[in-house]
């Protein structure tokens, strides 16, 4: 049986028995109703404010961007601004989601380089942007510790991912972190 994340996002197992192949899809992630205009993990206490709130941000305006086309850059502020940040924390969010599009091609590198089985493109969105921007926390000047970065990432999967996504989030960043 081999897990399989496909372009859409949409995580699932693919196997053959007595010849015939299935594939199954694992819960969906839950950003998709994002996409639709409905505001995602906005009454979760625990990302209300703060870098929390702000890392949150960062990954919806990255998965909108990944699924609308838009730049996330665009996107985060308004996001931002809908979960009453602060203009520290807007700009925090700015700053983080700059460094993810401008380093995407090195930090999905880095990714695929311990992810070898889950290229990043064909990783769930969610998956991918999580890492994305716990990775490129990690290059700001003013970054929390690694292990507040590792835990924060997977507590955003835990919200927006899959069942299996902070487990594969936590596999990621410990290998990467190592």
Do not use: W
Request: hydrophobic content about 40%; overall charge negative.
């Amino acid at each position: 049986m081999t897990i399989f994340a496909g372009r859409s996002g949409r995580r699932g197992r693919f196997s053959v028995s007595a010849g015939k192949s299935k594939f199954t899809t694992h819960e969906p992630d839950r950003l998709d109703a994002l996409v639709e205009g409905e505001p995602v993990g906005e009454n979760d206490p625990s990302i209300r404010g703060g870098r929390t709130g702000s890392r949150a941000a960062v990954v919806q305006a990255l998965y909108e961007s990944d699924a609308s086309g838009h730049p996330a850059v665009a996107s985060v502020t308004r996001l931002a601004t809908e979960r009453g940040l602060s203009e520290e924390e807007i700009d925090f969010a700015t700053r983080l989601v700059t460094v993810c599009e401008e380093q995407r091609n090195e930090l999905d590198s880095r990714i695929a380089r311990v992810a070898s089985q889950f290229p990043p493109e064909q990783m769930a969105l969610v998956d991918r942007n999580v890492l994305r921007v716990a990775l490129a926390e990690l290059e700001m000047s003013d970054a929390a510790p690694e292990k507040v970065v590792a835990n924060e990432a997977v507590e955003l999967a835990r919200l927006f991912g899959s069942d299996s996504s902070p487990k594969f989030v936590n596999g990621v960043l410990g290998a990467l972190l190592r």
